[in-house]
């Protein structure tokens, strides 16, 4: 709560309120280290980031960062937290097990984005202000490459199937795809208007972009190839609101906000893609009542 300068804690069984923690001024992005059972907390205001036991809802530590600190990712295979400084153009590593600063590695302009590769054990880092990704090894804890990307990068997600980080490209319109293995760019794909956020379907093996600026979702799949891609479902819409259906078009393919496919729909909120899963047609949301 960026207001109320806390992290509220909510039981995952019941939804209800079990503590509130204080952290620093306006909390701004949170992780989760899941091998020391810790929540860190980036206070963007205080150049710090919060540490939570997870067992006890309390402060264990307080990590100084350098400059508004503003975006996550954690390692799993060296226990280190990832914490990109907004206006240091700075990358800070935290040592999972002590709390302590591992080390600082300098990024682009801005970073607004972090991704872990576990399969290479990098970190990818976007820097909205300079257009480019940042690649940071895990092991040595220094900058490996600096990948060029599309205009203000905003948003990564790895891929693990295929080894592949995606970049949003906010200001591009786009979505550039990197090889995890090389660091190259495999291809750049026009998707809709201010794409920001990104999600990989492990059943599937398919990326959602959610386009904020032209209410849309993409949908990359990749070719028999492996390398080809391209955006499927891509609908721009004046107005970001739902259909009203009693009865599905003939065809239509269902999908829950998940991404997941649907076989009995029930009343509730839908995407579905008429002509065929297969296709490119466009995909669009629909409440459905029964």
């Not at 280190?80 to 300098?106: E, H, M, P, Q, R």
Request: hydrophobic share 40%; net charge negative; with cysteine.
């Amino acid at each position: 709560d960026p207001s109320g300068d806390n992290v509220t804690v909510i039981d995952g069984a019941t939804d209800s309120v079990l503590a509130t923690v204080g952290a620093g001024d306006s909390p701004y992005a949170l992780c989760y280290n899941s091998q020391s059972n810790k929540v860190y907390c980036a206070s963007y205001f205080s150049d710090n980031v919060t540490v939570i036991d997870g067992a006890l809802d309390s402060v264990v530590a307080t990590v100084s960062a350098v400059l508004s600190p503003c975006v996550f990712c954690y390692s799993s295979r060296n226990n280190k937290v990832y914490c990109g400084n907004y206006y240091d153009f700075s990358i800070t590593l935290i040592d999972g097990v002590g709390d302590s600063v591992l080390a600082t590695v300098t990024a682009g302009h801005h970073p607004e984005a972090l991704s872990y590769n576990l399969q290479n054990n990098k970190a990818y880092c976007a820097n909205g202000g300079s257009a480019n990704v940042t690649v940071v090894d895990g092991a040595s804890d220094s900058v490996v490459a600096t990948v060029p990307v599309g205009d203000h990068p905003r948003a990564l997600c790895h891929n693990p199937q295929d080894n592949k980080v995606y970049c949003a490209n906010k200001g591009s319109a786009s979505v550039t795809v990197i090889d995890g293995a090389t660091d190259s760019v495999l291809v750049t794909i026009a998707v809709g208007e201010e794409p920001v956020a990104l999600r990989h379907n492990s059943q599937q093996n398919r990326v959602y972009v959610a386009n904020l600026g032209s209410s849309s979702i993409s949908v990359l799949r990749d070719s028999a190839g492996g390398v080809e891609e391209m955006a499927n479902g891509e609908r721009r819409m004046a107005d970001s609101g739902p259909s009203v259906l009693r009865s599905l078009p003939a065809g239509a393919v269902v999908f829950d906000a998940m991404g997941r496919r649907v076989t009995r729909a029930r009343a509730g909120v839908y995407f579905i893609a008429v002509g065929g899963e297969r296709s490119a047609v466009s995909v669009r949301k629909v409440v459905i009542q029964r």
